[in-house]
C-alpha cells in the first residue's frame, strides 16, 4: 500500500491541496518499508489526484480537502481520508497497526464549489 499524507511542519496538514509537502510511504504487512518526503508538485484542480495515480498511491491522509477533490480522488479509486490531525509519526503509528480514524473535513462549510479548494481558516496552525 502505498500512501501520500500533507505534510506542514511534522503535523498532517489542513488542507491536502496546500501543504508544502507530501510525506510518502510504502507500507507491506503493517511496516513502513519506504518513507520519503516530496514538495508539493502544485496546487491547481485536477492535479494532484492524476499526480497520485501515476505514483500508485492508494490512500491520500490531510486535515480536510475540498469536495471536487474528494470526487477526482474517487474517480481514480484512491481513498481520501480527511479529518487527519497530529504529527505525521503518530499518524504513521496508527496508520501501521490499523488504529486511524478520519473524521469530517476541516474544510467543511466553507462554500468550496466546483474548482474551489480555498479555505477560510489558517493553514498554519
Do not use: W
Request: with cysteine; net charge negative; proline share 4%.
Amino acid at each position: 500500500m502505498k500512501v501520500a499524507i500533507s505534510t506542514d511542519s511534522g503535523q498532517v496538514s489542513a488542507h491536502f491541496g496546500r501543504c508544502p509537502e507530501f510525506t510518502i510511504l510504502d507500507i507491506d504487512d503493517g511496516k513502513i518499508v519506504n518513507k520519503q518526503t516530496i514538495p508539493n508538485p502544485g496546487h491547481h484542480p485536477g492535479f494532484l489526484p492524476g499526480y497520485f495515480e501515476q505514483m500508485g498511491v492508494n490512500a491520500v491522509i490531510a486535515g480536510g480537502g475540498g469536495q471536487r477533490a474528494q470526487m477526482l480522488f474517487a474517480e481514480k479509486n484512491i481513498q481520501f481520508i480527511l479529518g487527519v490531525t497530529g504529527k505525521i509519526d503518530e499518524v504513521m503509528d496508527k496508520l501501521c497497526q490499523g488504529e486511524l480514524e478520519g473524521g469530517e473535513s476541516l474544510c467543511t462549510g466553507h462554500g468550496h464549489g466546483e474548482g474551489h479548494h480555498d479555505c477560510d481558516h489558517d493553514h498554519h496552525e
